[in-house]
Protein backbone atom coordinates (compact mmCIF):
# COMPACT_ATOMS: atom_id res chain seq x y z
CA UNK A 1 0.00 0.00 0.00
CA UNK A 2 1.52 3.41 -0.93
CA UNK A 3 0.42 6.33 1.12
CA UNK A 4 0.16 10.40 0.73
CA UNK A 5 0.62 12.42 3.36
CA UNK A 6 -0.41 16.48 2.94
CA UNK A 7 -0.08 18.72 6.26
CA UNK A 8 -0.35 22.44 6.32
CA UNK A 9 1.70 23.89 9.44
CA UNK A 10 2.36 27.26 10.39
CA UNK A 11 4.55 27.47 13.79
CA UNK A 12 5.53 23.48 13.52
CA UNK A 13 3.08 21.62 15.46
CA UNK A 14 1.00 20.29 13.01
CA UNK A 15 4.53 19.20 10.57
CA UNK A 16 5.99 17.38 13.86
CA UNK A 17 2.50 15.01 14.20
CA UNK A 18 2.96 14.33 10.60
CA UNK A 19 6.11 13.03 11.13
CA UNK A 20 5.65 11.05 14.47
CA UNK A 21 3.03 9.45 11.79
CA UNK A 22 4.76 8.98 8.79
CA UNK A 23 7.74 7.77 10.84
CA UNK A 24 5.94 5.37 12.39
CA UNK A 25 4.02 3.71 9.05
CA UNK A 26 7.60 3.96 7.42
CA UNK A 27 8.90 1.67 10.50
CA UNK A 28 5.82 -0.70 9.69
CA UNK A 29 7.20 -0.77 6.08
CA UNK A 30 4.77 1.37 4.27
CA UNK A 31 5.23 3.27 1.52
CA UNK A 32 4.71 6.96 2.16
CA UNK A 33 5.35 10.31 0.56
CA UNK A 34 4.83 13.39 2.64
CA UNK A 35 4.24 16.60 1.22
CA UNK A 36 4.03 20.06 3.08
CA UNK A 37 1.37 22.26 1.31
CA UNK A 38 1.52 25.59 3.92
CA UNK A 39 2.89 27.94 1.17
CA UNK A 40 0.78 29.40 -1.61
CA UNK A 41 3.50 28.09 -4.11
CA UNK A 42 3.22 24.65 -2.72
CA UNK A 43 -0.57 24.50 -2.88
CA UNK A 44 -0.18 25.54 -6.54
CA UNK A 45 1.44 22.50 -7.65
CA UNK A 46 -0.30 19.34 -9.24
CA UNK A 47 -0.27 16.41 -7.53
CA UNK A 48 -0.91 13.06 -9.21
CA UNK A 49 -2.91 10.93 -6.97
CA UNK A 50 -3.20 8.10 -8.74
CA UNK A 51 -0.11 6.63 -7.74
CA UNK A 52 -1.61 6.36 -3.97
CA UNK A 53 -4.04 3.91 -2.45
CA UNK A 54 -5.08 5.98 0.84
CA UNK A 55 -4.08 9.91 2.02
CA UNK A 56 -3.51 11.64 5.14
CA UNK A 57 -4.13 15.41 6.06
CA UNK A 58 -3.32 17.37 8.33
CA UNK A 59 -3.86 20.97 9.72
CA UNK A 60 -3.92 23.43 12.76
CA UNK A 61 -7.62 24.66 13.97
CA UNK A 62 -8.21 27.94 12.71
CA UNK A 63 -11.19 29.63 14.48
CA UNK A 64 -12.75 25.94 14.86
CA UNK A 65 -12.31 24.63 11.09
CA UNK A 66 -8.95 24.08 9.00
CA UNK A 67 -7.77 27.12 7.42
CA UNK A 68 -9.83 28.60 4.88
CA UNK A 69 -6.68 27.89 2.68
CA UNK A 70 -6.48 24.48 3.11
CA UNK A 71 -10.42 23.82 2.47
CA UNK A 72 -9.99 25.21 -0.80
CA UNK A 73 -7.61 22.97 -1.75
CA UNK A 74 -9.37 20.01 -0.66
CA UNK A 75 -12.10 21.16 -2.79
CA UNK A 76 -9.48 21.21 -5.56
CA UNK A 77 -9.01 17.69 -5.29
CA UNK A 78 -10.63 14.42 -6.61
CA UNK A 79 -10.13 11.29 -4.28
CA UNK A 80 -11.56 9.06 -6.55
CA UNK A 81 -13.76 7.02 -3.64
CA UNK A 82 -10.13 6.12 -1.86
CA UNK A 83 -9.89 5.79 1.88
CA UNK A 84 -8.25 8.71 3.53
CA UNK A 85 -7.52 10.21 7.81
CA UNK A 86 -7.48 13.13 9.15
CA UNK A 87 -5.36 14.96 12.35
CA UNK A 88 -5.72 18.55 13.75
CA UNK A 89 -3.50 20.29 16.00
CA UNK A 90 -5.39 22.81 18.25
CA UNK A 91 -3.78 25.08 20.83
CA UNK A 92 -6.05 23.37 23.43
CA UNK A 93 -8.58 25.93 23.31
CA UNK A 94 -11.39 23.97 20.98
CA UNK A 95 -11.60 21.93 17.78
CA UNK A 96 -15.32 22.92 17.11
CA UNK A 97 -16.36 21.98 13.80
CA UNK A 98 -13.26 20.61 12.34
CA UNK A 99 -14.24 17.17 11.98
CA UNK A 100 -17.42 17.75 10.69
CA UNK A 101 -16.86 20.28 8.41
CA UNK A 102 -13.49 18.66 6.86
CA UNK A 103 -15.89 15.00 6.64
CA UNK A 104 -18.41 17.07 4.44
CA UNK A 105 -15.43 18.91 2.10
CA UNK A 106 -13.47 15.28 1.90
CA UNK A 107 -17.14 13.60 1.05
CA UNK A 108 -17.25 15.99 -1.95
CA UNK A 109 -14.36 15.68 -3.25
CA UNK A 110 -14.81 12.29 -3.28
CA UNK A 111 -12.57 10.50 -0.54
CA UNK A 112 -14.06 8.52 2.27
CA UNK A 113 -12.94 9.65 5.70
CA UNK A 114 -12.19 6.31 7.59
CA UNK A 115 -10.58 7.73 10.86
CA UNK A 116 -9.44 11.16 12.37
CA UNK A 117 -7.61 12.53 15.23
CA UNK A 118 -6.97 15.44 17.40
CA UNK A 119 -3.57 16.60 19.11
CA UNK A 120 -3.26 19.76 21.58
CA UNK A 121 0.02 22.06 20.29
CA UNK A 122 1.18 25.11 21.76
CA UNK A 123 -0.99 28.14 20.78
CA UNK A 124 0.29 30.02 17.81
CA UNK A 125 -0.63 33.12 19.45
CA UNK A 126 2.32 32.46 22.24
CA UNK A 127 4.48 34.21 19.86
CA UNK A 128 2.24 37.17 20.93
CA UNK A 129 2.33 36.76 24.19
CA UNK A 130 0.19 33.99 25.07
CA UNK A 131 1.15 30.74 27.04
CA UNK A 132 -1.26 28.65 26.48
CA UNK A 133 0.39 24.75 25.69
CA UNK A 134 4.02 25.97 25.71
CA UNK A 135 5.12 22.36 26.14
CA UNK A 136 3.02 20.40 23.46
CA UNK A 137 3.13 18.60 21.51
CA UNK A 138 4.69 16.06 24.04
CA UNK A 139 5.79 12.34 24.03
CA UNK A 140 2.28 11.56 25.45
CA UNK A 141 1.14 13.21 22.01
CA UNK A 142 3.69 11.63 19.50
CA UNK A 143 3.08 7.92 21.37
CA UNK A 144 -0.99 8.74 20.45
CA UNK A 145 0.43 9.89 17.07
CA UNK A 146 1.53 6.38 16.26
CA UNK A 147 -0.93 4.65 17.84
CA UNK A 148 -3.00 6.51 15.51
CA UNK A 149 -1.06 5.39 12.73
CA UNK A 150 -1.54 1.76 13.45
CA UNK A 151 -4.63 2.44 13.59
CA UNK A 152 -5.64 3.82 10.08
CA UNK A 153 -3.48 1.57 8.44
CA UNK A 154 -6.59 -1.22 9.61
CA UNK A 155 -8.63 1.00 8.96
CA UNK A 156 -7.42 1.41 5.19
CA UNK A 157 -6.48 -2.32 4.84
CA UNK A 158 -10.33 -3.09 5.34
CA UNK A 159 -12.36 -4.01 2.85
CA UNK A 160 -14.95 -2.42 4.75
CA UNK A 161 -15.29 1.34 3.37
CA UNK A 162 -18.07 2.92 5.76
CA UNK A 163 -16.85 6.27 6.44
CA UNK A 164 -16.50 7.93 9.90
CA UNK A 165 -19.27 9.09 11.96
CA UNK A 166 -18.71 12.45 13.23
CA UNK A 167 -21.35 14.08 15.43
CA UNK A 168 -22.35 17.38 13.93
CA UNK A 169 -21.70 20.21 16.48
CA UNK A 170 -24.28 22.52 14.69
CA UNK A 171 -22.71 25.65 14.54
CA UNK A 172 -23.92 28.13 12.38
CA UNK A 173 -22.35 29.81 9.37
CA UNK A 174 -22.87 33.24 11.06
CA UNK A 175 -20.42 32.24 14.23
CA UNK A 176 -17.65 31.13 11.70
CA UNK A 177 -18.30 34.39 9.86
CA UNK A 178 -18.13 36.33 12.87
CA UNK A 179 -14.62 34.30 13.78
CA UNK A 180 -13.79 35.15 10.34
CA UNK A 181 -14.50 38.50 10.84
CA UNK A 182 -12.73 38.91 14.45
CA UNK A 183 -9.59 37.49 13.14
CA UNK A 184 -8.89 40.29 10.48
CA UNK A 185 -8.80 42.59 13.66
CA UNK A 186 -5.98 40.94 15.30
CA UNK A 187 -2.37 42.54 14.60
CA UNK A 188 -0.39 40.77 11.46
CA UNK A 189 3.52 40.41 11.67
CA UNK A 190 5.64 43.27 10.30
CA UNK A 191 9.40 44.74 10.17
CA UNK A 192 8.68 47.92 11.59
CA UNK A 193 11.01 49.70 9.22
CA UNK A 194 13.89 47.52 10.41
CA UNK A 195 16.92 46.51 7.80
CA UNK A 196 16.80 42.61 7.29
CA UNK A 197 18.79 41.09 4.17
CA UNK A 198 15.88 40.98 2.22
CA UNK A 199 16.18 37.28 1.60
CA UNK A 200 12.31 37.16 0.97
CA UNK A 201 11.75 33.69 2.93
CA UNK A 202 8.69 35.44 4.51
CA UNK A 203 7.26 36.41 1.16
CA UNK A 204 8.06 32.31 -0.02
CA UNK A 205 6.24 30.58 2.69
CA UNK A 206 3.67 32.77 3.22
CA UNK A 207 0.33 30.46 2.77
CA UNK A 208 -2.25 33.88 1.13
CA UNK A 209 0.53 35.70 -0.55
CA UNK A 210 0.04 38.14 2.33
CA UNK A 211 3.37 39.17 3.20
CA UNK A 212 5.60 42.01 1.08
CA UNK A 213 9.31 41.32 2.07
CA UNK A 214 9.70 45.50 0.14
CA UNK A 215 7.73 47.02 2.77
CA UNK A 216 8.06 44.36 5.33
CA UNK A 217 4.31 44.95 5.78
CA UNK A 218 1.46 41.92 5.47
CA UNK A 219 -2.07 42.25 3.83
CA UNK A 220 -4.57 42.61 6.53
CA UNK A 221 -7.31 41.19 4.42
CA UNK A 222 -5.11 38.48 3.02
CA UNK A 223 -3.04 37.27 6.21
CA UNK A 224 -3.84 34.59 8.09
CA UNK A 225 -2.18 35.29 11.06
CA UNK A 226 -0.42 32.08 10.83
CA UNK A 227 2.86 33.60 11.85
CA UNK A 228 5.00 31.20 9.60
CA UNK A 229 6.86 34.48 8.16
CA UNK A 230 7.88 35.26 11.57
CA UNK A 231 9.21 32.00 12.64
CA UNK A 232 11.03 31.60 9.66
CA UNK A 233 12.81 35.05 9.44
CA UNK A 234 16.69 34.10 9.23
CA UNK A 235 17.03 37.21 10.62
CA UNK A 236 14.57 37.59 13.35
CA UNK A 237 13.18 41.14 12.52
CA UNK A 238 9.46 40.44 11.97
CA UNK A 239 7.23 41.13 15.27
CA UNK A 240 3.67 40.73 16.07
CA UNK A 241 1.97 43.09 18.37
CA UNK A 242 1.36 42.06 22.11
CA UNK A 243 -2.00 39.80 22.35
CA UNK A 244 -2.18 39.14 25.78
CA UNK A 245 -5.25 40.90 26.96
CA UNK A 246 -6.90 38.35 23.76
CA UNK A 247 -6.03 35.74 26.03
CA UNK A 248 -8.12 36.44 29.18
CA UNK A 249 -10.73 36.95 26.68
CA UNK A 250 -10.61 33.53 24.84
CA UNK A 251 -10.09 31.89 28.45
CA UNK A 252 -13.62 33.20 29.42
CA UNK A 253 -15.25 33.09 26.20
CA UNK A 254 -14.99 29.40 26.42
CA UNK A 255 -15.29 28.76 29.89
CA UNK A 256 -11.92 27.15 30.50
CA UNK A 257 -8.91 28.05 32.42
CA UNK A 258 -5.22 27.35 32.57
CA UNK A 259 -5.05 24.29 34.38
CA UNK A 260 -7.81 22.64 32.48
CA UNK A 261 -6.18 23.23 28.79
CA UNK A 262 -2.86 21.80 30.31
CA UNK A 263 -5.04 18.67 30.93
CA UNK A 264 -6.33 18.31 26.73
CA UNK A 265 -5.38 15.16 25.97
CA UNK A 266 -4.67 13.80 22.07
CA UNK A 267 -7.73 11.68 20.74
CA UNK A 268 -8.65 9.71 17.84
CA UNK A 269 -11.62 8.26 16.23
CA UNK A 270 -11.68 5.41 14.06
C1 LIG B 1 -5.89 32.41 13.31
C2 LIG B 1 -5.76 31.31 14.34
C3 LIG B 1 -6.90 30.79 14.91
C4 LIG B 1 -6.79 29.76 15.85
N1 LIG B 1 -7.95 29.22 16.36
C5 LIG B 1 -7.88 28.23 17.27
C6 LIG B 1 -9.07 27.63 17.79
O1 LIG B 1 -10.19 27.90 17.34
N2 LIG B 1 -8.95 26.71 18.77
C7 LIG B 1 -7.72 26.35 19.27
O2 LIG B 1 -7.68 25.56 20.20
N3 LIG B 1 -6.56 26.85 18.75
C8 LIG B 1 -6.61 27.77 17.76
N4 LIG B 1 -5.46 28.27 17.22
C9 LIG B 1 -4.16 27.69 17.63
C10 LIG B 1 -3.63 26.65 16.62
O3 LIG B 1 -4.66 25.77 16.22
C11 LIG B 1 -2.51 25.78 17.22
O4 LIG B 1 -1.54 26.54 17.81
C12 LIG B 1 -1.96 24.85 16.15
O5 LIG B 1 -1.36 23.74 16.78
C13 LIG B 1 -0.94 25.52 15.26
O6 LIG B 1 -0.41 24.56 14.37
P1 LIG B 1 0.94 24.80 13.57
O7 LIG B 1 2.05 24.95 14.59
O8 LIG B 1 1.10 23.57 12.76
O9 LIG B 1 0.75 26.03 12.76
C14 LIG B 1 -5.51 29.27 16.26
C15 LIG B 1 -4.37 29.81 15.67
C16 LIG B 1 -4.49 30.82 14.72
C17 LIG B 1 -3.25 31.37 14.07
S1 LIG C 1 12.34 36.83 5.93
FE1 LIG C 1 13.16 38.41 7.30
S2 LIG C 1 15.17 38.86 6.47
FE2 LIG C 1 14.06 37.82 4.85
S3 LIG C 1 13.07 39.47 3.65
FE3 LIG C 1 11.59 38.80 5.18
S4 LIG C 1 11.89 40.20 6.90
FE4 LIG C 1 13.73 40.35 5.61
S1 LIG D 1 1.94 37.34 6.31
FE1 LIG D 1 0.28 36.46 7.49
S2 LIG D 1 -0.41 34.68 6.29
FE2 LIG D 1 1.62 35.29 5.51
S3 LIG D 1 3.05 34.00 6.64
FE3 LIG D 1 2.89 35.93 7.76
S4 LIG D 1 1.25 35.57 9.29
FE4 LIG D 1 1.09 33.92 7.75
Same mark, same amino acid.
Given at each position: ???????????? @?? =????? #??????? $??? %????? !? /?????????????????????????????????????????? @?? =????? #??????? $??? %????? !? /????????????????????????????????????????????????????????QEKETNSLQVENPLISNHVFQRFEHREKTLPTPSRRGKDCSMCRTCEEVCPSQAMNADIGEADNKKCLRCLKCLVNCPDNVLEIDDMTPLSEFILNANHITKDELEKRISKFYC
Open positions: MKLGLFYFSGTG @NT =EHIAA #AIADELA $GMN %VEIDT !F /NITSYKQRQQKYDLSPYNAFIFGAPIYAWRIPAVVRDWLKSL @NG =EGKKC #ATFFTYG $GVA %VGGAH !F /NTREILEQSNFILVASSEFPGKHTFNLAGWNFLEKRPDKRDYDLAKRFARNIMKKF
